[in-house]
């Protein structure tokens, strides 16, 4: 099993930055993708950001593409969500997931962090 806890939400006013990070422990895989999801009231939870443990390239939703940055620590199994210029519309909660390579979902959740954008 894969442990994932993520930490670094609060309330913060608009234009804003808050650095999200998720502590990844438990079973290790050595290829895997880690991904940023967000769910705000009433609304289908969303994709955000994601990149694969290598680094590379990474994915980001449209809603965030220059604002939001993901980055790894894979020394300390850890993955981080750096939010800049942040909008009342990006309040949710945010979940880290994990997917295995190969894998069509993402099959180990974090708790999630709400993070709350004041106008």
């Known amino acids: 099993q894969v442990q994932l806890v993520e930490s670094g939400g609060g309330l913060v006013q608009a234009g804003g930055s808050l650095r999200l990070s998720c502590a990844a422990s438990?079973?290790?895989?050595?290829?895997?993708?880690m991904g940023w999801f967000r769910q705000a009231p009433g609304k289908e939870r969303e994709i955000v950001t994601s990149?694969?443990?290598?680094?590379?390239?990474?994915y980001y939703a449209d809603s965030v593409k220059g604002r939001f940055t993901i980055s790894t620590d894979n020394a300390k199994n850890t993955v981080y969500l750096q939010m800049n210029s942040l909008k009342p519309e990006d309040t949710a909660v945010y979940y880290c997931?994990?997917?295995?390579?190969?894998?069509?979902?993402?099959?180990?959740w974090g708790q999630g962090t709400q993070v709350t954008v004041s106008s």
């Open positions: 990149i694969s443990r290598s680094g590379g390239t990474a």
């Open positions: 438990g079973r290790a895989f050595s290829r895997f993708v």
């Open positions: 997931a994990l997917r295995t390579m190969g894998a069509s979902e993402y099959a180990y």
